[in-house]
């Protein structure tokens, strides 16, 4: 299963990128929990979407509130329990300022069914590998 779950992560990263809303939607179990990074970074508080409206919330959010949002995976590792990591960066521009950002990014998704069940983002690749017992890397 490893390898799927490896898999079933890149395919909802490539729906993501190519806004394909329902391909992105069906690799998420419907009781999926994403706890989002990007709020914590611009606004300092803590947000999670719950189930698949929340999740066609944080798609809608993200597509209205950001330009150019793009996440790019430089290294998915299989974890061994049904988790995935993701150590990447993801960027935006502010639709009002035109100002480009970007930040490295971790993931930590569960997979359960062949879907995704809860997903983590941090701010960092040390943050990411911290949370899964892999400080050194």
């Known amino acids: 299963m490893s390898e799927q779950n490896v898999e079933l992560l890149r395919r909802g990263l490539e729906a993501w990128q190519r806004d394909d809303y329902d391909s992105w939607l069906a690799t998420l179990d419907p009781?999926?929990?994403?706890?989002?990074?990007?709020?914590?970074?611009?606004?300092?508080?803590e947000s999670f979407y719950r189930g698949h409206d929340g999740m066609r919330r944080l798609w809608d959010g993200y597509r209205s509130q950001f330009e150019d949002f793009e996440v790019e995976a430089q290294e998915l590792r299989d974890l061994g329990d049904d988790r995935v990591l993701l150590l990447g960066r993801f960027g935006w521009r502010g639709p009002a300022s035109g100002i480009a950002t970007e930040s490295p990014l971790g993931m930590?998704?569960?997979?359960?069914?062949g879907k995704i069940?809860?997903?983590?983002?941090?701010?960092?690749?040390?943050e990411a590998?911290?949370?899964v017992g892999l400080e050194d890397g």
Do not use: N, P
Request: charged residues 25%; hydrophobic residues 40%.
């Open 31 to 45: 009781a999926i929990e994403w706890h989002t990074g990007l709020e914590r970074l611009v606004e300092g508080t």
């Open 108 to 113: 930590v998704v569960t997979i359960r069914g």
């Open 117 to 126: 069940i809860r997903s983590v983002d941090y701010f960092s690749h040390q």
């Open 129 to 131: 590998l911290k949370a």
